[in-house]
């Protein structure tokens, strides 16, 4: 039975996460769809709780009369079946009732609900441009998916459920005690005026507050996060007291939000327990007058007290589902803010699959400036021939990784295209463009998952014996064999922690050499891709990375540039324009720029013959 409730509502929707929108109720909405059926049940189900508790307390009144009026020798004969009939209503209905409500309530929203909403936000920040991952910390930006999908669902089920049962039950009571006498529902409706006042008054100052809150938790959260995740940087610059007092400052922005949460609180519970006195002691009173003046009977004197005081009880847990549900409001609303950006870069609707026949690159004209109006790279073009193999150079900052990027589609070109065999990249899907290019970085990041998970990362329908075999032309085998994670599990097993923690810098720059050997894409980039291995390493893997190069169009960044000398093409730039290129050679006799870098860098121990071979003069290199 549970589980049948359970998969009415999928947590996991396959359909293609849209934008959301960027108002309140148009956000929840479009969170809410697929639920709609369970949440009009579960509606449904409250309602008829709601109005069969308001009865009870009528039929409760009916019995008070029946009892000080009727005769005890014909009382069950007169009245018996009535109340078998309340006996089936408390014994069956309402029991059943509050089942069937349940199962929709806690088997079919509870968990699912939140759940589908993760999933979605999830699936659509996956798909986020970089711009956006360099804007946020990666720990708020995980707390608002968290946080707002739980709002979410709060939101629509309190205002679905617990107010339309609040709805019911106040009117019910208003009714069954007006019919009474209709004097009595007077101290009610002033009640109600007042508990609306206080509404009107306090909720919106506590929405505002739980939107500084909610912001002001995943602050927090997003610095401790930051912690962690550069636990190394602070250890090496023995900066842990400096961190607990940046946690700290977050920590207090938090306590300052929450203590004037809790100042609100206060203040209106405090009006609220007087509210409530005021209504008790005002329809007291007025019932014990009515009885006097014999204008209702003592069972309408029962059933009028007895609701005041269910109303007394419910309206401290009204005021709390109003309150949370308005926090919730300002929780959604900080979620928005982040949730709901469109995404810099998208796909276009007619995108269709890059295919790479031969892997020529073309630079045409392009401009990008990082929306600064200049700067950066102004009406570059390059042409990489089928299987050419350049190697870029250049000082820091000269445009070499933000042609990298631009190519990988990482940011939209302002100006220009680039185009590979013939098709603009910007009218190909992300996906497929980068599934056709291979890259080995010189900052690593692996994920904190196995070996295993980490190689076939460049390719996931790849064999064990394919994902060895990588391992050893990387010449990675040899440490994987060793390696052993606290849960003893051991090899391609072996979990590499948070970002690769667990590895040298070397260890991961040889694995993730190792991944892009196994995804073999036709179009290759490395950027510093063996800055991080010794000698040794680099020159027995350096066949390896011939034959990984063999065959494909390749882009190689080094400022060590005796790596790249053998290239076919070197492509020397400066501030975001090429100034040379040309063979290691060419260049060596032209006595430009990369004559310079190279006579600096190898301090006039190293030329180069007629063919372009570097020659080494001196013992070592």
């Not at 680039?418 to 994920?447: C, K």
């Amino acid at each position: 039975m549970f589980r049948w409730f359970e998969n009415r509502l999928d947590p996991f929707p396959p359909s293609e996460p849209a934008q959301p929108p960027n108002t309140l109720i148009a956000f929840c909405l479009h969170y809410t769809k697929g639920a709609w059926p369970y949440l009009l049940a579960a509606t449904a189900m409250m309602a008829l709780i709601a109005g069969i508790e308001v009865w009870m307390f009528g039929f409760l009144g009916n019995i008070v009369d029946w009892l000080s009026e009727q005769n005890r020798e014909t009382f069950l004969a007169d009245q018996g079946w009535k109340l078998v009939g309340m006996a089936l209503v408390i014994l069956i209905l309402l029991p059943g009732l509050v089942w069937l409500h349940s199962l929709f309530q806690h088997q079919s929203l509870m968990g699912n609900f939140p759940m589908r909403i993760r999933w979605q936000a999830h699936r659509y920040l996956l798909r986020q441009s970089m711009h956006f991952y360099q804007e946020e910390m990666a720990g708020r930006i995980a707390t608002k998916v968290m946080q707002t999908s739980l709002a979410v669902r709060e939101c629509v089920i309190q205002l679905f459920d617990v107010l339309n049962y609040v709805s019911v039950y106040f009117l019910g009571t208003l009714i069954l005690v007006g019919s009474a006498d209709w004097r009595l529902a007077l101290p009610l409706v002033a009640w109600f005026v007042g508990y609306l006042l206080l509404l009107r008054v306090f909720v919106p100052i506590m929405r505002r507050v739980s939107k500084t809150q909610a912001d002001a938790r995943s602050q927090m959260t997003g610095r401790i996060v930051d912690s962690y995740s550069n636990i190394q940087t602070v250890k090496l610059f023995s900066h842990a007291s400096r961190e607990a007092a940046f946690a700290k400052s977050g920590m207090s922005g938090f306590l300052t939000t929450v203590y004037r949460q809790m100042r609100l609180v206060t203040a209106l519970e405090g009006s609220l327990y007087l509210l409530n006195a005021l209504m008790l002691f005002a329809v007291g009173w007025l019932s014990l007058y009515l009885w006097l003046e014999q204008a209702v009977s003592v069972g309408a004197v029962a059933v009028a007290l007895g609701l005041v005081m269910r109303l007394w009880g419910m309206s401290q847990w009204i005021m709390w589902e109003v309150s949370r549900l308005f926090e919730n409001i300002g929780t959604v609303q900080d979620g928005m803010a982040t949730l709901s950006l469109p995404r810099r870069i998208d796909d276009k609707p007619e995108a269709r699959p890059l295919t790479v026949a031969q892997g020529e690159i073309v630079f045409d004209q392009i401009r990008f400036h990082y929306g600064k109006g200049s700067g950066v790279i102004d009406d570059l073009s390059l042409t990489l021939k089928p299987g050419e193999k350049i190697g870029l150079i250049g000082p820091s900052g000269a445009g070499k990784s933000t042609l990298v990027n631009l190519l990988l589609r990482f940011h939209d070109l302002e100006g220009g295209t680039i185009r590979i065999d013939g098709q603009n990249i910007a009218d190909v899907t992300q996906e497929s463009l980068r599934a056709n290019i291979g890259m080995v970085t010189q900052d690593t990041a692996l994920l904190h998952r196995s070996v295993r998970d980490n190689l076939l990362y460049g390719r996931p329908d790849a064999s064990d014996e394919m994902a060895w075999a990588a391992a050893e032309e990387a010449h990675v085998a040899g440490f994987v064999e060793s390696l052993r994670d606290a849960d003893g599990q051991t090899g391609l097993e072996a979990h590499v922690g948070e970002r690769g923690v667990k590895l040298s810098g070397g260890q991961r720059q040889r694995l993730a050499i190792a991944r892009v050997m196994l995804k073999d894409a036709p179009i290759l980039i490395l950027d510093e891709a063996t800055s991080a291995l010794d000698s040794d390493v680099e020159a027995a893997i350096q066949e390896n990375f011939d034959r990984l190069m063999r065959g494909k169009t390749v882009i190689a960044i080094a400022h060590r540039l005796s790596t790249i000398a053998a290239m076919d093409r070197l492509v020397v730039m400066e501030k975001g324009a090429i100034v040379e290129q040309g063979t290691h050679a060419e260049l060596l006799r032209h006595g430009g720029v990369y004559a310079r870098l190279w006579q600096r860098q190898s301090g006039g121990f190293l030329e180069a013959d007629d063919a372009g071979t570097v020659q080494d003069q001196r013992t070592t290199s």
